[in-house]
């Protein structure tokens, strides 16, 4: 069975610091793909990025980047010098080939001025 | 832009009164999906279309119907919501041909049951 576990409920930070955002995964098969979404408070998921597991390969993209180690069964997402418009809740989310997008609890984050 | 569009945003339905809710898509996508998410939780699938094979998952209630007349279009209706329906309602579409997997979602349905 697929499980995503995001620990941190919660993340509060200052406009400016850089956050990282966990996500640990479980699943028995060797080929799958693992998602990041946005959701601000509007409600409306906003997919930022796919991965699959034969591409390790970390991606940078503006001021996000994420880390994908399959030896630890990871994938976070940093952000770099945070902006208050990145206020959201953050799902992580696996889909093993041929099956349905399990999502994580995911993580509130808060940028204050 | 192609999109994911639903509709009503807001609907209100009184309790035990039928309620459909309505999805549609201009991405050409042949699959289809359907959430429920409640305050503060992970959104829980509800069932998927396949083209036209209806996919439900095994712990969603006989209250919970969903119809798919052509590619662009999904409705879900909820025959006898109940205080426990109310919930935002997710529409979002895949493309399993292009091997991608990923998900568009649309705006969402904020259902409330009076």
């Known amino acids: 069975a697929q499980k995503v576990t995001q620990a941190q409920t919660e993340i509060s930070v200052v406009e400016k610091e850089d956050v990282t955002l966990d996500c640990v995964y479980e699943t028995r098969d060797t080929t799958y793909y693992l998602f990041w979404y946005k959701q601000p408070p509007s409600g409306e998921l906003v997919f930022l990025i796919r991965r699959n597991s034969f591409d390790e390969q970390n991606e940078i993209s503006g001021r996000y980047s994420w880390n994908f180690q399959k030896s630890t069964s990871s994938f976070n997402f940093t952000i770099t010098a945070s902006q208050v418009v990145d206020s959201a809740v953050y799902f992580c989310a696996l889909s093993e080939l041929g099956n349905d997008m399990r999502f994580g609890a995911g993580t509130r984050l808060t940028v204050k001025p | 832009d192609a999109m994911v569009i639903q509709n009503p945003r807001y609907q209100v339905t009184q309790f035990g009164k039928p309620v459909t809710l309505s999805c549609s898509q201009t991405?050409?996508?042949?699959?289809m999906y359907w959430y429920q998410q409640k305050s503060s939780q992970a959104p829980k699938l509800l069932f998927h279309?396949?083209?036209?094979?209806?996919?439900n998952e095994a712990d969603t209630p006989d209250n919970f119907q969903s119809r798919r007349p052509n590619t662009s279009f999904c409705f879900l209706d909820i025959r006898s919501p109940g205080l426990g329906d109310a919930a935002m309602y997710l529409c979002a579409t895949s493309s399993r041909l292009a091997g991608t997997y990923e998900q568009y979602f649309g705006p969402g349905t904020r259902l409330t049951v009076t």
């Open positions: 279309y396949y083209d036209k094979d209806f996919n």
């Open positions: 991405l050409n996508h042949n699959v």
